[in-house]
């Protein structure tokens, strides 16, 4: 059998389900964001612009919507780095209110890699980065590719493994061996 060889994820979709609230593309009521991953700065870095539908006061974004985006973000470089992982913390600094319907630019990097932990930040930003709306942290449980298949996926995207590993070769050892 011939096999097509896996390459990298760019972007969240290509391995999330489609009913995902982060990154689902059928999920009316998800956020439907992209985390692209980008390749030269070894991060997720996209425009994101909030729906009306993710009010908090009039005319801003709800403080538990950029959490959650954040949180995404952080997640999917992860698995972008060849990881599956559970939130383990997070905590955000609100520096201003975030306008609802403008583009903002969703930032998250990578800090540092313990034994079954990884570390990292993550920004809400204008596009341009001239203004910061909010800025933070968060450390995630790294979960076997097994428990994710079997558990979360129920074994529909084999595939995945595939991917993780190449993550992991292409872009997490690499990096990880650059920064220390």
Same mark, same amino acid.
């Given at each position: 059998?011939?096999?097509?060889?896996?390459?990298?994820?760019?972007?969240?979709?290509?391995?999330?389900?489609?009913?995902?609230?982060?990154?689902?593309?059928?999920?009316?009521?998800?956020?439907?964001?992209?985390? /692209?991953?980008?390749?030269?700065?070894?991060?997720?870095?996209?425009?994101?612009?909030?729906?009306?539908?993710?009010?908090?006061?009039?005319?801003?974004?709800?403080?538990?919507?950029?959490?959650?985006?954040?949180?995404?973000?952080?997640?999917?470089?992860?698995?972008?780095?060849?990881?599956?992982?559970? /939130?383990?913390?997070? /905590?955000?600094?609100?520096?201003?209110?975030?306008?609802?319907?403008?583009?903002?630019?969703?930032?998250?990097?990578?800090?540092?890699?313990?034994?079954?932990?990884?570390?990292?930040?993550?920004?809400? /930003?204008?596009?341009?980065?001239?203004?910061?709306?909010?800025?933070?942290?968060?450390?995630?449980?790294?979960?076997?590719?097994?428990?994710?298949?079997?558990?979360?996926?129920?074994?529909?995207?084999?595939?995945?493994?595939?991917?993780?590993?190449?993550?992991?070769?292409?872009?997490?050892?690499?990096?990880?061996?650059?920064?220390?």
């Amino acid at each position: 059998m011939d096999r097509k060889k896996s390459s990298p994820s760019f972007h969240a979709h290509e391995f999330h389900h489609d009913k995902c609230f982060g990154c689902g593309l059928s999920n009316p009521i998800g956020l439907k964001a992209d985390f /692209t991953y980008n390749e030269e700065l070894n991060e997720v870095k996209f425009i994101y612009n909030f729906r009306r539908d993710y009010n908090g006061a009039p005319g801003f974004v709800h403080g538990g919507a950029i959490s959650t985006l954040l949180d995404e973000a952080m997640g999917d470089l992860c698995f972008h780095l060849g990881y599956i992982v559970m /939130t383990d913390e997070m /905590t955000f600094k609100f520096h201003k209110a975030t306008p609802i319907e403008s583009d903002l630019l969703v930032r998250g990097w990578f800090i540092r890699k313990e034994k079954r932990k990884i570390h990292l930040e993550c920004k809400l /930003t204008k596009p341009d980065e001239s203004l910061s709306y909010v800025e933070g942290y968060g450390s995630f449980h790294i979960l076997s590719p097994r428990f994710f298949s079997k558990k979360i996926d129920g074994g529909h995207h084999a595939f995945l493994n595939e991917v993780l590993e190449e993550n992991r070769r292409a872009r997490s050892d690499k990096y990880i061996k650059e920064i220390l």
